[in-house]
């Protein structure tokens, strides 16, 4: 039986560098992916990095509860104000959403 690993791995094992992670306190990776013919910041936030903190996804307008990963998205073109929190679903789901979201008789208008 070999002993374990305590050592942490270098910086460039897992392929992608420190710039591109950016991580930061958030727990998750930032991308730029194109949509609408816009470039978007895109960072996955792990679940740890969301507790306390609830959302509202402006894909279902249903709460994002805290604790939950998912995914915030802004323009390239804009600043970190207008962020939006995703779910991962509805993110990978926008060009098939409508620009209107119906609502249902009993959901809050809020």
């Not at 990776?29 to 013919?37: D, F, L, M, V």
Request: hydrophobic share 25%; with cysteine.
């Amino acid at each position: 039986m070999s002993p374990r690993r305590n050592r942490a791995k270098g910086a460039g094992s897992s392929g992608r560098s420190a710039e591109d992670d950016r991580s930061g306190r958030y727990g998750g990776w930032q991308s730029a992916q194109n949509w609408r013919g816009e470039e978007w910041n895109v960072r996955h936030v792990a679940g740890a990095s969301a507790q306390g903190k609830a959302y509202r996804c402006p894909g279902c307008d249903q709460l994002i509860p805290d604790g939950v990963p998912h995914v915030v998205a802004w323009p390239d073109h804009s600043g970190v104000d207008e962020r939006r929190h995703w779910h991962k679903s509805c993110w990978n789901a926008r060009d098939r959403r409508t620009t209107r979201v119906q609502r249902s008789r009993n959901a809050p208008r809020f």
